[in-house]
RNA sequence: GGGCGCUUAGCUCAGUUGGUUCAGAGCACUUGGUUUACACCCAAGGGGUCGGGGGUUCGAAUCCCUCAGCGCCCACCA
């Protein structure tokens, strides 16, 4: 009954209800079903210290959206939903949270850090997944995998050692950037470059054995005492003869060569580079280019070490001045600029950043990026959109290798033993690390004491490589029946900015170690952005509140929101109306559905609404081959438009206008069912978009069992549709609109009946849509081809003429008017279409099909012009 | 500096291999509406020389050249 049913549907209670629902029934749960075929998502794993953002929201709701179709397509779905422990991120949140209490990282040592860690990641490491439940995620919970938990870890652990094993990891140096302050290096992520005034000091080195100098331009003059080589572009004039020769460094009095190499440029400074491989990491390269010394001068805390000679111990900034003093003493400083240049902070400590040498792990990236590059370059691997994929080719070409240790404790320890010092063993454990050095050495009486593990972690990026195939337990039990089932996984959603960081090396590690891709599509969403495409961000607090949002506007209306406009790969505008627009759209089915169970079913009353039901099961079938075209091409917005139109527009606007009964009176029983039978669909075809309004209105529809549930429900069939029953209600629409707008210009009300005499020689359609024409466009009396009166007013809609006669006098001037402006742009648009087809180039080079539609048009017009003529004539 | 991409209605975007009413959609906007499903609504309507210029073609939003503006990724210049 309609007072049973509020006029505005309230989400809340009824999306709680059945998340709980489902949950209860175990409706997400899955396991390998081998009469089906498996539809698998791995979630990309949000960090622990994550919390719910709007990025989150467009991702998951994405996914959610493919893996709900897919189990209703019969598939055997999975959702593996999961969290990362992001070494960087939820170490500064421990370190920060040791701070408040007092606590530094250093004073507690690792153990009890650890300890800190993983009792944080207790408390706080579910809230987004809770979170997740919310927007009506239907992860199979069961199977929640964390990166850093025992198994998971195994599976790292393992790959290291293997790919040790291979020869493929290796130690090396690498410029890190140190924070002198904090004295740790800190991750590319964690330095902020900031533009500053700076000075750029012009300093003249001496030629060796001559009595000429060359000048040199640095910002750094303290690195001088640093310097192995000084460096020329070979193409040069102005250096020709300096080629081969050695230069003094001044102050070390150092006699160094002068090398040559097109990476210095001849434009800027003085075109003369002096190279100081270990601070600099051009210079560094070069270094090893050219098989430099590398000599360091600072000490960890940025002063100057023995190799700063009289400047030793003293800090790095006093002895840029007080070197280019001494330099300026001694008559080598040339001059001094003012230069504005970018130079790199500290996040945490601010301090400017030193790039330092250090030793590190590497994985070699040549060889085993092979498959991963070609498959997705023959689309083995789809990236949608597939624009993705010149990027990921301009990288996977330009790789380098990996650097996998990072200076943290929060993560993987790498598993190298060191035997006192610089010798080492890889194993997975200290048993076998022992056992290993015992052998390597010959050593026997090796204890586990005279072993000490590297103190450094791995990269996050070297656990969650593995995900697709560790969340399955590929790698400790690499023949189990679910690795064996769900891998491949079907569809990669995530965020473009990670493509190389994750999705690139997901795609190295799934045919290094399963020789199979690790899934078969990725796409690619956009940034989510405010409405003046501003990065959503806490400190510009211009992002809304997840769960704000979905309390004020249901879950399904953000996920409605969240879709209309986010095409793959662009970056999505968010504005608060598409959430409020989702809403909306949730209200009006309520309210359709609400008419229809207000309904009075009369089983006597015959079925005057055949044509109507038949139009619409067409209809309805028409939109679900687009949906089904727009899912195969991974247009979310696009599907999502076609449901919200067909529910908006073809149901409510049309279906429903034509089917209903006057008030009071009641309806047939056929009507009722068939208008019920489409609610069935349409709520099957919006489910995967709005999963909780479908679902209770799906349990209204009629008596169920308690398991018989929307979300395993069956996706309607896709059959072929008769178009041209589309085609006619097509023209009856257009014949209702132009009555409508006459009724607005003339200002008569919709209740006013109206007269219609229609002059056309397509009657079929009006025999067909008569009873709607006359229903929907309030028509007292419909006659055809009859004699009017001249002062009739005459709509024309495409070849046929509406008489209406009204009370109002005919203003005939403006209607000439009217009628005239309409002839001419008929009669050139006819033009257009007659010179087109009187070219004989056209006609014979044009597509058959592509000629009888212009002849086609061409007739069209000319019978319109008819029309118009004759109209114009009984006017004059 | 290297690479990639974008520019279509006020906004966000579709527009598949050049060819039907292809110049579109949603929102916004304007006008009218207390029709008993819904004002979170109904009906109707007005908006664009497809960034500028040039070219190829019977035909260009679509292909080519060029100019202008914007964005992203990578490496960052002593």
């Not at 320890?413 to 022992?434: H, M, Q, T």
């Not at 149901?651 to 309806?667: A, H, N, Q």
């Amino acid at each position: 009954m309609a007072q049973e049913l509020s006029t505005k549907y309230n989400p809340v209670e009824v999306e709680d209800k059945w998340y709980s629902h489902w949950m209860k029934y175990g409706f997400f749960k899955s396991s390998p079903n081998p009469s089906k075929e498996p539809y698998t998502i791995v979630i990309p794993p949000p960090n622990v210290t994550g919390v719910l953002h709007m990025g989150h929201m467009l991702n998951n709701t994405i996914q959610d959206v493919l893996i709900r179709r897919a189990r209703m397509k019969g598939f055997e779905a999975l959702w593996v939903p999961g969290t990362d422990h992001a070494s960087i991120a939820t170490e500064a949140k421990v370190v920060a949270m040791l701070k408040e209490k007092g606590l530094s990282k250093k004073e507690i040592g690792r153990e009890k850090f650890l300890e800190h860690a993983w009792e944080w990641k207790e408390k706080y490491g579910g809230i987004i997944l809770e979170q997740l439940k919310k927007l009506g995620a239907s992860c199979d919970w069961d199977r929640t995998r964390f990166t850093l938990e025992e198994s998971l870890s195994e599976a790292v652990i393992d790959v290291f050692v293997d790919l040790y094993e291979k020869g493929m990891i290796y130690r090396g140096i690498r410029m890190v950037n140190w924070d002198p302050e904090g004295k740790t290096a800190i991750s590319d992520d964690e330095v902020v470059y900031k533009d500053v005034n700076s000075k750029l000091y012009f300093v003249n080195y001496k030629i060796e054995g001559e009595d000429r100098e060359v000048t040199i331009a640095t910002t750094r003059p303290e690195t001088i005492l640093g310097d192995t080589a000084v460096c020329i572009n070979p193409n040069d004039e102005r250096y020709r003869d300096l080629k081969g020769k050695k230069v003094i460094v001044p102050i070390a009095n150092r006699s160094v060569p002068i090398i040559e190499d097109e990476y210095v440029s001849m434009e800027f400074g003085t075109g003369c580079l002096k190279v100081t491989p270990a601070h600099d990491i051009n210079d560094y390269e070069l270094g090893q280019k050219h098989q430099l010394e590398s000599i360091e001068i600072f000490n960890d805390d940025g002063t100057l070490n023995k190799y700063g000679l009289h400047y030793e111990n003293e800090d790095r900034f006093v002895v840029r001045k007080k070197l280019a003093k001494e330099l300026e003493s001694l008559g080598q400083l040339a001059k001094i600029e003012e230069y504005q240049n970018s130079v790199g902070f500290s996040e945490r400590t601010d301090a400017v950043i030193e790039p330092k040498l250090s030793m590190q792990w590497f994985l070699k990236m040549d060889e085993i990026t092979k498959p991963a590059y070609e498959n997705v370059m023959n689309d083995t691997i789809k990236l949608i959109p597939p624009k993705f994929k010149n990027m990921y080719r301009h990288w996977m070409e330009n790789v380098r290798d990996w650097c996998i240790s990072r200076q943290l404790w929060w993560g993987h320890r790498i598993p190298a033993w060191y035997i006192n010092g610089s010798e080492f063993v890889i194993a997975k454990n200290e048993d076998e690390a022992l056992s290993k050095a015992r052998q390597k050495t010959g050593n026997a009486g090796l204890q586990k004491g005279d072993l000490k593990q590297d103190e450094d972690v791995l990269d996050t990026w070297f656990s969650s490589w593995l995900w697709p195939m560790s969340v399955f337990d590929g790698f400790k039990d690499p023949d189990n029946e679910d690795i064996n089932y769900y891998y491949p996984t079907n569809t990669l959603v995530t965020a473009p900015e990670i493509l190389f960081f994750w999705v690139a090396r997901m795609i190295i590690a799934g045919y290094e170690y399963r020789g199979k891709k690790p899934f078969n599509e990725v796409y690619l969403t956009g940034i989510v952005r405010d409405k003046q495409g501003r990065k959503m961000s806490k400190s510009l607090g211009n992002s809304p509140e997840p769960l704000e949002l979905i309390k004020k506007y249901g879950a399904d209306g953000v996920r409605v929101g969240m879709l209309l406009s986010s095409p793959a790969g662009n970056d999505l505008l968010f504005d608060i109306k598409l959430c409020e627009q989702g809403r909306n759209f949730n209200n009006k089915i309520w309210n359709a559905f609400r008419l229809v169970k207000g309904w009075n079913v009369d089983s006597q009353k015959e079925n005057k609404n055949q044509t109507a039901i038949d139009w619409f099961e067409n209809c309805f079938l028409q939109s679900l081959s687009q949906l089904e075209d727009h899912f195969s091409k991974y247009r979310m917005s696009d599907a999502l438009m076609t449901v919200y139109k067909l529910v908006w527009d073809d149901f409510c606007s049309w279906y429903l206008e034509m089917v209903k009964p006057s008030y009071g009176d009641s309806i047939d029983e056929i009507t009722y069912n068939a208008t019920l039978n489409f609610f069935d669909k349409l709520v099957r075809i919006l489910h995967p978009f709005t999963p909780f309004i479908s679902e209770e209105i799906w349990s209204q529809l009629k008596e169920r069992d308690e398991k018989d549930c929307l979300i395993v429900a069956k996706w309607p069939e896709i059959k072929a549709f008769d178009s041209e029953t589309i085609d006619q209600a097509e023209k009856i629409f257009d014949v209702i609109s132009a009555i409508r707008n006459f009724r607005n210009e003339k200002q008569i009300s919709p209740k006013t009946a109206l007269k219609l005499n229609i002059e056309t020689k397509d009657k079929a359609v009006y025999d067909n849509f008569g009873e709607i024409l006359i229903k929907l466009a309030n028509i007292e009396s419909l006659v055809f081809n009859e004699t009017s009166g001249d002062s009739d007013y005459a709509l024309i809609v495409k070849q046929d003429k509406l008489h209406i006669p009204i009370d109002q006098s005919i203003d005939v001037e403006e209607e000439q008017k009217k009628l005239k402006e309409e002839l001419e742009y008929t009669k050139g648009f006819l033009n257009s279409v007659s010179k087109k087809l009187s070219n004989e180039r056209f006609v014979s080079n044009a597509p058959e099909q592509v000629v009888a539609k212009e002849k086609q048009k061409q007739k069209d017009a000319e019978e319109r012009i008819v029309v118009i003529e004759k109209q114009l004539k009984s006017l004059q």
